[in-house]
């Protein structure tokens, strides 16, 4: 049966921290294990039935449409520009005039370790959160027994250290859009930003309840270190390497070679994801990130991410 919740994936930043690896693609589109970002987020979606996805784009567009149109034609699919960066809350609003009904929110540049599941099927608005030791990076809710009271966004004296991971489920999609509409005319912003935790509190008020999902941890990548860290942890839990890869080349365990790269007289691993197109030749890497059509000959590297601009 076709889950009725749309997914809105807000993709429109262009990833400054990731320079110079998002100077010719939106940082979604990095791999990681092999596949790009917003691969495994769909796995996600599409986990929980979801067959309805909005994408909030803008920086290098054309490579996350050209990849979503390719590999997902089951899906339905909606591309909304954001022509200015102001933030997550009004990348959400301009899913309005596409969003009927309930609707999931996932961050197109965080993978969520865990089920996305309990979020659309508890029959309740949800938030996933997750506990950290320094929440003054996050948007923050505050708790008062099981029932959330407050939202704050990067808040300087945190009154909890609940964090918000990056995902959040609506009964109802109309409810969401009207806070943001009141946020949006009040003029509030932080950081010239138009904050989704903003409206969240306006739903609050207004009396309507959020609980909040634990979730069990998450990764926000927006840094070349996380981005490998991200790598490992993924290629501990799905492997992959096609046999025609050993017989020429010593693959140390845990690997991901796409079944489509080229590889010859290299020895890799452990932690090296090599994606789709790419050629190497008598290389030696280890915790390395090797993404699409990338050439690579006589390489010896370690932790670090080579793309076909920066090798």
């Not at 959330?148 to 489920?169: C, D, M, N, R, T």
């Not at 109309?174 to 932080?190: D, P």
């Not at 197109?277 to 915790?287: E, F, T």
Request: net charge neutral; aromatic share 6%.
């Amino acid at each position: 049966m076709k889950n009725p919740y749309t997914a809105i994936i807000p993709v429109a930043g262009k990833g400054v921290r990731l320079l110079p690896y998002t100077a010719h693609c939106p940082k979604t589109m990095l791999t990681l294990a092999g596949r790009p970002i917003i691969a495994h987020i769909l796995q996600q979606v599409q986990a929980c039935g979801i067959q309805k996805v909005v994408f909030i784009v803008g920086y290098q567009k054309e490579a996350l449409m050209d990849f979503v149109r390719s590999h997902y034609p089951q899906l339905e699919v909606c591309f909304v520009e954001q022509p200015e960066p102001k933030g997550l809350g009004q990348a959400v609003y301009l899913a309005k005039p596409a969003v009927q009904g309930p609707c999931l929110i996932v961050l197109g540049d965080t993978i969520i370790d865990g089920d996305l599941r309990p979020l659309v099927q508890g029959g309740q608005n949800a938030v996933g959160v997750k506990e950290v030791a320094d929440p003054r990076r996050f948007g923050v809710v505050e708790m008062r027994g099981e029932h959330i009271v407050g939202f704050e966004e990067k808040p300087e004296q945190p009154k909890s250290h609940l964090a918000l991971i990056g995902a959040y489920a609506f009964l109802d999609s109309a409810q969401l859009f009207c806070a943001l509409e009141e946020v949006i005319a009040s003029g509030k912003t932080v950081k010239n930003e138009i904050q989704l935790t903003d409206a969240l509190s306006v739903l609050l008020r207004r009396g309507i309840k959020i609980t909040a999902q634990k979730m069990e941890n998450w990764f926000d990548c927006g840094t070349v270190d996380i981005l490998l860290q991200t790598n490992r942890i993924l290629l501990q839990r799905h492997s992959s390497v096609p046999e025609k890869f050993l017989q020429d080349n010593q693959i140390i365990p845990p690997c991901w070679i796409d079944e489509k790269a080229q590889l010859s007289g290299c020895r890799l691993g452990p932690y090296v994801s090599v994606a789709e197109g790419a050629v190497l030749k008598n290389c030696r890497l280890q915790d390395v990130i090797v993404s699409p059509d990338t050439h690579l000959d006589g390489k010896q590297a370690q932790d670090k991410i080579f793309d076909k601009y920066n090798r």
